[in-house]
């Protein structure tokens, strides 16, 4: 099978501008979730300028137990350049997906979904990509505004920009700061909020996060 991401070492940024839009198009905003019974906690880093590593771990739903995990690393397809991350941080994550032995029913991943300045930040990206349903769980705010959340757990404010949700800014434990939430792929927002809260615990990022961050 082809691997999609190959040839974007040769893009130039408006080339990849310009995939970006095209593939925003293909992102579906509505519910269509299997059973979920796995989800898995997406992140990615940079060894170094040339070099990206992946972390996915898989864990039950019902319990929030891990019952999967890898590392992956590659050589990054381009420079740094805002707003085009995902061309950075997707073909490892496709590759670190390929090694699990049990495939998750919903992704969680570090960064935006559709709250990205082209409505495909990393999640969206991932989600197009393997076909999986995917939510942005952010730590930032990478564009849009929004009014002052409520302290306390569970309360949460749209995201908007030009007129458009395109995201919610959710307080996941009160005293902390929000977290940015957007649907990636297959998933509404209201729902990407759900599942987010139900992998919460007592810690402001929800467990997905947490046990991709520290296998990272």
């Known amino acids: 099978m082809t691997n999609p991401t190959e040839?974007?070492?040769?893009?130039?940024?408006?080339?990849?501008?310009?995939?970006?839009?095209?593939?925003?198009?293909?992102?579906?905003?509505?519910?269509?979730?299997?059973?979920?019974?796995?989800?898995?906690?997406?992140?990615?880093?940079?060894?170094?300028?040339?070099?990206?590593?992946?972390?996915?771990?898989?864990?039950?739903?019902?319990?929030?137990?891990?019952?999967?995990?890898?590392?992956?690393?590659?050589?990054?397809?381009m420079p740094y350049i805002p707003g085009l991350l995902s061309f950075r941080e997707c073909p490892v994550i496709l590759d670190a997906l390929s090694r699990l032995n049990i495939q998750p029913d919903l992704l969680l991943c570090d960064g935006q979904g559709i709250a990205h300045p082209r409505r495909l930040g990393v999640a969206s990206h991932t989600g197009i990509l393997t076909g999986l349903p995917a939510i942005g769980v952010g730590k930032s705010r990478l564009t849009g505004t929004h009014d002052p959340v409520p302290d306390e757990k569970g309360a949460w404010m749209p995201l908007m920009d030009k007129g458009e949700t395109i995201g919610a800014v959710l307080r996941t434990r009160a005293g902390v700061k929000p977290l940015y939430i957007s649907p990636g792929h297959r998933i509404s927002l209201e729902t990407s909020i759900r599942f987010v809260m139900a992998c919460v615990t007592r810690y402001r990022l929800p467990e997905t996060s947490r046990c991709a961050d520290c296998l990272a």
């Open 7 to 77: 040839n974007w070492s040769s893009l130039t940024p408006g080339e990849a501008i310009k995939l970006q839009r095209k593939m925003a198009s293909k992102v579906i905003l509505r519910d269509d979730l299997p059973e979920v019974e796995t989800v898995a906690g997406v992140d990615v880093g940079f060894e170094d300028r040339n070099t990206a590593r992946a972390a996915v771990v898989v864990l039950r739903l019902a319990d929030l137990e891990p019952v999967d995990y890898t590392i992956a690393r590659l050589p990054v397809a």
